[in-house]
């Protein structure tokens, strides 16, 4: 593949074919003035959104809405190349890792004054959800349309040989020195090649048939379905001003020792190595093979566990920390518009309606994400029942609050440039944990130079 | 004039154009998302200093060393032995047929066979009593591996590159040799080597600028990772620009990089004497 050709294409042919390209089928003046665009990157959730399309058409006959997907990894350089070339979707669908830096730039449109013409009631969302959606600079940029937690998602044939009960599993205590109960009954769900478990004499932790814990990766920057929780549990933030962080606290002692109480479950073979990790597929085929008894995830892979057929998958609450309590990640999707649309008020009509219970009340039917409206949440309950998930461990830290955002920031990009590498030397014992505080010192480094 | 005019409208609207501008565009701080800011020489000055452009320089080296190196030998060997055991038609469709396969595709179904757990790959180690190899995981095996999996898709082609080659060199020299009571092996390394060079100058040149530019399975399976050790200049090149919006840095190493390419293209030709034949 020639890069650079491609890339020097895009380049030129932004510059030289703008008024060519807005002639084209997506362009602004080949649509009705009331058809908009509207892109999302979820496959799985394209027939919830066409039935909306739907319904919005006949309460609103005025507008109409055309629905495209694109795979995740096509979706987001596809959306900037239609930033530049004045043929990027009116709606699309948003991430809180993405939207700073778009707004950051002018990208989307504050939405406060529709807000506040139309009297939109904040209060019907999942606390907190909306707020998710004030950029560093107060303004508003999108109606929230789901959220998600993490959990353990837990292979129940394993755990029931290993005589854990369901209640020990929804009540497991951590600390960053021993591990606490979770990490007893990880040890215990490790089995060697021998079948000796891992709190067993004997035990060969060089020659493993299950880990007790499976990962994905090192976590990044966010750590959002690998470390976030302990850490969090730890009585860690992010950075200064969550979410909105300017400091961060990479190098602090009470994530460094998390860290290091991470990467010790690897030299005691309760978790692969990093090599092993990343060179598998990825984490839930591993599961699903079998290899792993417990892997946390994301609210979002429901749908993909629900597909593993050769395991009993079950959902387990996180672990109470030192700070008393369970903690997860609430992270969502919102609808924003583009800041070039020349529709804006069909964008807002659309924006408005997903955002509200009767659009939320048809994703939730489907069961394949949480609404952010509260009162269509029974309904996605319900769904995820009929395909056999009990879904609480993912609602109670959101109903009790104990919740921490995503550590959002326009240079998001730029942070996971640094702290990617800087996680996996750590996991892979190239480098000790304490180094974290130079990749902390670059990612202050990128930060103040940004602003 | 008027007949080439179409392509020259082409190469000018696609290749000049888009040359300039990327020249132009790595002077200047980019986004994309607002306007280009002139900044003098402050890209290359930053790239000097950026240990992550050295780091894939040098990574992006080492995968060209083995891709081409593995590559061109077992190459030469495939075109001898279809230039002098088989002239099967079915022989050099079968070689050639993973070269019909996607890159992508490629990549990823090596990624399966290869995983650490599940794959196959491993399995099969393992009856033999090998550990499992963690062939994308291990910093040390993901570029071999990276590096293997091309060679395995690209030696067909190359052979068959070769293998054409070697037909151009004229059946008396072979014969002579015969009459003079030369082994096979000497009539390869005094007679056939020699004689392909004009031929090999060429496969090199253009199999090496294709090898540095290593993107697609790099993309596809480790991401640059574990650690640094896949991040080849073309994926740190594309990270840069299409995930950080840092194109004016991009563009630079680009430039860079096609100053770097021509450099060693030319110094081949050189070297190897690429226009001159043996035979006269």
């Not at chain 1, 510059?15 to 390209?21: D, N």
């Not at chain 1, 909105?244 to 010790?264: A, H, Q």
């Not at chain 2, 080296?61 to 030998?73: A, H, K, L, W």
Request: charged letters at 15%.
């Amino acid at each position: 593949m020639t890069l650079n050709r491609r890339t020097l294409l895009k380049a030129g042919l932004a510059a030289l074919a703008v008024p060519a390209v807005a002639a084209c089928n997506n362009g602004a003046a080949a649509r009705g003035d009331g058809e908009i665009i509207y892109w999302l990157w979820d496959s799985a959730q394209l027939p919830m959104y066409t039935e909306c399309a739907k319904v919005f058409h006949e309460q609103n006959p005025q507008y109409s809405v055309k629905i495209e997907q694109y795979g995740w990894n096509d979706y987001w350089s596809k959306l900037v190349t239609g930033f530049i070339s004045d043929t990027a979707p009116d709606v699309f669908t948003g991430h809180s890792s993405k939207y700073p830096l778009f707004a950051d730039k002018g990208q989307v449109l504050a939405i406060d004054d529709y807000v506040a013409k139309d009297n939109v009631d904040l209060g019907i969302y999942q606390k907190g959800l909306a707020d998710r959606w004030i950029g560093a600079d107060g303004k508003r940029y999108g109606l929230p349309k789901d959220w998600d937690t993490e959990v353990y998602f837990y292979n129940s044939a394993f755990t029931e040989a290993a005589g854990i009960s369901t209640e020990q599993l929804n009540s497991m205590t951590w600390n960053p020195k021993d591990g606490g109960t979770f990490e007893q009954i990880v040890r215990r769900l490790t089995v060697d090649s021998k079948g000796r478990r891992g709190d067993q004499p004997g035990f060969d932790k060089d020659n493993v048939k299950v880990y007790g814990l499976g990962y994905a990766d090192a976590g990044g920057g966010d750590g959002q379905t690998s470390w976030s929780w302990y850490a969090a549990i730890n009585g860690w933030k992010y950075s200064e001003g969550e979410p909105w962080g300017t400091k961060f606290f990479y190098g602090d002692p009470k994530f460094t020792e998390t860290i290091g109480w991470w990467r010790g479950l690897i030299t005691k073979g309760y978790m692969p190595t990093y090599a092993q990790a990343k060179s598998g597929v990825d984490v839930t085929t591993s599961f699903g093979a079998g290899k792993y008894a417990i892997t946390p995830n994301g609210s979002w892979m429901l749908g993909t566990y629900g597909t593993l057929k050769q395991v009993k998958t079950k959902l387990a609450r996180l672990p109470i920390g030192p700070v008393g309590k369970r903690m997860s990640m609430m992270n969502g999707l919102a609808d924003t518009i583009w800041a070039g649309t020349t529709r804006r008020d069909a964008s807002w009509a659309w924006v408005k309606f997903l955002g509200s219970q009767t659009a939320q009340d048809i994703v939730a039917k489907a069961g394949v994400v949480f609404p952010a409206v509260a009162a269509s949440m029974p309904a996605a309950k319900a769904a995820f029942a009929k395909s056999g998930w009990d879904v609480t461990p993912f609602l109670e830290p959101v109903e009790a609050g104990d919740v921490f955002p995503y550590p959002a920031n326009p240079n998001a990009a730029d942070v996971t440039a640094v702290m990617t590498p800087a996680m996996e030397s750590v996991m892979s014992f190239e480098a000790e944990p304490g180094s974290l505080a130079k990749a902390n010192d670059d990612v202050n480094k990128i930060l103040s130079a940004n602003t | 004039m008027i007949f080439i005019a179409p392509a020259t409208l082409g190469f000018v609207v696609f290749y000049i154009w888009p040359t300039l501008r990327g020249a132009y565009l790595s002077f200047t701080e980019y986004s994309l998302l607002s306007a280009p800011k002139f900044n003098g020489l402050a890209n290359y000055e930053r790239m000097v200093q950026d240990s992550f452009f050295w780091n894939a320089l040098g990574v992006t080296v080492e995968y060209v060393v083995i891709n081409i190196g593995v590559q061109t030998v077992l190459a030469v060997g495939i075109a001898m032995l279809m230039y002098r055991l088989t002239k099967s038609i079915t022989v050099r469709a079968v070689i050639l047929a993973p070269y019909l396969v996607a890159n992508v595709v490629v990549a990823l179904v090596w990624y399966w066979m290869l995983d650490v757990q599940v794959g196959i790959v491993n399995t099969f180690l393992g009856w033999v009593g090998i550990d499992p190899v963690a062939f994308f995981g291990d910093s040390h095996w993901a570029i071999p591996t990276v590096a293997g999996i091309n060679v395995w898709r690209h030696m067909g082609y190359t052979a068959l590159l070769v293998f054409a080659g070697l037909q151009t060199i004229p059946k008396y020299v072979y014969e002579a040799a015969e009459v003079d009571g030369s082994t096979e092996w000497k009539t390869f390394w005094r007679i056939t080597l020699p004689l392909l060079r004009p031929v090999l100058v060429m496969v090199l040149v253009v199999t090496m600028i294709g090898s540095f530019q290593i993107f697609d399975t790099v993309a596809v399976t480790t991401q640059g990772g574990p650690i640094n050790a896949t991040r080849v200049i073309y994926y740190y090149i594309y990270e840069r620009a299409f995930t950080r919006f840092d194109f004016g840095y991009a563009s630079a190493m680009a430039l860079v990089l096609f100053a770097i390419l021509a450099v060693v293209s030319l110094l081949q030709l050189r070297l190897l004497r690429a226009k001159e034949s043996d035979l006269a």
